[in-house]
Nanobody, 119 residues
């Protein structure tokens, strides 16, 4: 599976961005992770492809939404009400498990990352 992220950028606090992850190949779980300088990579959201359940980590609930467009083979992360603490490199990741994990080590394919900076 190949993953290509896009949509990052710089935005003021309170603003919005939408990240996209173009997927080539079959996956059953997709996730967005982020990693800030000096910190561990952490899960942001997961989605079971094909209309399955989603998960959002507590710090982004109510602000971020993960979704998919199966016709376009694309997974999105809509980010609203952005805060400075959301600043990080954001990665999409793919896995073939039936139940989506929140641990980075469980994902076998990663995109190159897209930077999100909130000031």
């Amino acid at each position: 599976v190949q993953l290509v992220e896009s949509g990052g950028g710089s935005v003021q606090a309170g603003g919005s961005l939408r990240l996209s992850c173009d997927v080539s190949g079959y996956t059953s779980c997709m996730a967005w992770f982020r990693q800030a300088p000096g910190k561990e990579r952490e899960v942001v959201a997961t989605i079971r492809t094909g209309g399955g359940p989603t998960y959002h980590t507590d710090s982004v609930k109510g602000r971020f939404t993960i979704s998919e467009d199966s016709a376009k083979d694309t997974v999105y992360l809509q980010m609203n009400s952005l805060k400075a603490e959301d600043t990080a490199m954001y990665y999409c990741a793919a896995d073939l498990r039936l139940s989506c994990s929140i641990w980075a080590g469980d994902y076998y394919s990663w995109g190159q990352g897209t930077q999100v900076t909130v000031s």
